[in-house]
């Protein structure tokens, strides 16, 4: 027996009902939507990633704090973005 098949943007999802031959069907969401309440430029990612960079090298190049400087990065880089 062939299996049904599902429309785009859409993930099978287990049945218990095997012998209906129904498929539950969940929506994948098609886009998302940004939860940052804050307005205005954003610096690019290779601004970002050198930034990150300079604070990895100021900081004693110590591994693990990668997300922690990227972080500082991005916040530094808006700060300067929304005082121009």
């Known amino acids: 027996m062939a299996q049904p098949r599902t429309a785009r943007n ?3 999802t287990s049945s218990s ?9 969940a929506v994948r969401p098609t886009t998302v ?3 940052s309440t804050t307005r205005g430029p954003m610096p690019t990612y290779e601004q970002v990633s050198r930034r ?5 090298i100021k900081r004693g190049c110590k591994h693990g704090q990668d ?5 500082e990065a991005e916040a530094q880089l808006k700060a300067e ?4």
């Open 10 to 12: 859409t993930v099978p």
């Open 33 to 35: 939507k940004s939860t």
């Open 81 to 84: 973005m929304a005082g121009k």
């Open 67 to 71: 997300i922690q400087n990227w972080l």
């Open 52 to 56: 990150a960079h300079e604070i990895w």
């Open 17 to 25: 009902n095997r012998t209906s031959g129904a498929t539950a069907v």
